[in-house]
């Protein structure tokens, strides 16, 4: 008896629009967690956004650092990623202000489509 090999589900689709959005992201321009489930087609999905960067940024090299809360803020820790994100985002020429805040208006990804 053959057994049927089954396709990619629904989650894996989803996961693999999310990594194709998170990886259009340009240098030197941030997006939120609900941006980005927003543009692969589930705005109420930013937690599946934060499960694809800690599972999948190193081998799918992904610019997880490019991605940042609804607040303009990172989301890491002090201590646990924050200040490496926090120095790949200056070097890419994101500026802070003293709240550590991002401005949205200068530095928020703006793609050239529609949600």
């Given at each position: 008896m053959k057994t049927r090999r089954k396709g990619p589900?629904?989650?894996d689709c989803f996961g693999q629009r999310l990594k194709d959005v998170i990886k259009k992201v340009p240098?030197?321009?941030v997006a939120t967690y609900g941006?980005?489930?927003a543009l692969a087609g589930n705005p109420r999905a930013a937690r599946q956004v934060v499960r694809i960067l800690h599972s999948s940024s190193e081998k799918d090299k992904l610019p997880w650092h490019r991605i940042?809360?609804?607040e303009g803020r990172i989301s890491l820790k002090r201590g646990y990623g924050y200040e490496i994100q926090r120095?790949?985002?200056r070097q890419e020429g994101i500026e802070f202000d003293e709240r550590d805040?991002?401005?949205f208006d200068r530095f928020l990804w703006s793609p050239p489509w529609d949600v």
């Open positions: 589900t629904k989650d240098k030197g321009k941006q980005i489930a940042v809360n609804r120095e790949l985002l805040t991002i401005d």
